[in-house]
């Protein structure tokens, strides 16, 4: 029987979370006149994930089939690759297992891209459910955590502008993915201890450029569970300088060859500018928090300095990935011949 849609959920060591999403979509309302599936695509976690899927497999009394497989090439990138792969239906929803899609969320995403057949990938509205209390002025920075609050009504992204959305919540075209994403990224995700992410926005640069729309659905509603260590100040401003080291790889992917020496150029000089900016305006915020001096430690322009920083030094880091990717294209062609 022909599958209308797919929910794939890449998971790293996610054997405390998936047992909440995966109730969710147990839970899913209005799918009567839907064929669907689950698919739980492990990267290669180090926890008991397998254990708790395959148990959750065993008592699964939803209509949708619930399918479970490995993925052992570490980062986000590969894990989402390899569930469109997967996928048996040609609209695959992507979900974090930290994202918890509203009950509505599989028949308004399937309803959405019937609706919009020229739409290559299509998002969702993602707000943030906090564990504790984020810093003041934290709206500046919510989308370094994948919070998406675009407004009540549905309207395309601007990729030209690198205005795009997360992975998490989006909706591909398999067939538009497989024909327009090379099957080498060159941002892999966030592996490890580096925070360095862009593989969200990667794929929809070259759907893009293949000419398909990218769309926002607000109603398409999941919630980012943000535990309190998310909020916490080594991780965010961590993760801020990642967001801004990934730009330069993402503003290169739609650069003509012959323009890029100038983008590179043109980033780092401005870079510069806004480094030093940024450095005068809150210098006295970021470097103490002296009660005596009335001044108190400004976590949320910290993060603005740190992607700052990442935005600096992203021609370099663009120069050192594409170097990688061509020795591991390089590696695997060797190997297949």
């Given amino acids: 029987m022909p599958v209308d849609f797919t929910v794939a959920i890449p998971t790293y060591n996610g054997e405390s979370r998936l047992p909440r999403i995966l109730e969710r979509l147990r839970s899913q309302i209005d799918v009567e006149h839907i064929t669907w599936e689950v698919i739980v695509v492990d990267n290669n976690s180090q926890d ?56 509505d969320w599989v028949a308004v995403a399937y309803a959405f891209g019937k609706a919009h057949e020229g739409a290559g990938a299509y998002a969702s509205q993602i707000h943030g459910e906090f564990d504790v209390e984020p810093p003041a002025n934290f709206e500046r920075i919510a989308p370094f955590l994948g919070i998406t609050e675009r407004g009540s009504q ?7 502008k690198l205005k795009l959305p997360p992975g998490a919540g989006l909706v591909v075209r398999k067939q538009a993915w497989c024909n327009a994403v090379p099957k080498r990224p060159l941002l892999k995700g966030r592996i490890g201890k580096s925070l360095v992410g862009g593989e ?19 109603a398409m509603e999941t919630y980012h569970q943000i535990p309190a260590w998310r909020l916490e100040k080594d991780y965010l401003t961590n993760l801020s300088f990642g967001v801004g080291l990934n730009s330069c790889c993402l503003r290169m992917i739609n650069t003509p060859f012959w323009q890029k020496p100038n983008v590179l150029a043109k980033t780092f000089l401005g870079s510069v500018r806004r480094v030093l900016i940024h450095f005068i305006k809150y210098q006295q915020v970021l470097m103490t928090s002296s009660k005596e001096k009335g001044l108190v430690y400004d976590l949320v322009a910290a993060c603005e300095l740190a992607f700052s920083w990442g935005y600096l030094l992203s021609p370099f880091y663009f120069i050192k990935a594409s170097v990688a990717r061509k020795i591991s294209t390089l590696s695997l062609n060797k190997l297949s011949v």
């Fill in 200 to 218: 969200d926005l990667e794929p929809l640069l070259y759907l893009h450029k293949a000419g398909w729309e990218i769309w926002y659905n607000p």
């Fill in 154 to 160: 549905a309207h395309l992204y601007e990729p030209d």
């Fill in 48 to 103: 008991a994930t397998k254990t708790i899927v395959l148990d959750i497999q065993s008592n699964w009394s939803a209509p949708c089939p619930l399918k479970y497989y490995l993925e052992t090439e570490q980062g986000t990138a590969f894990a989402r690759t390899r569930a469109i792969q997967e996928a048996t239906s040609e609209l695959v929803g992507l979900l974090d297992d930290d994202n918890l899609p509203s009950l």
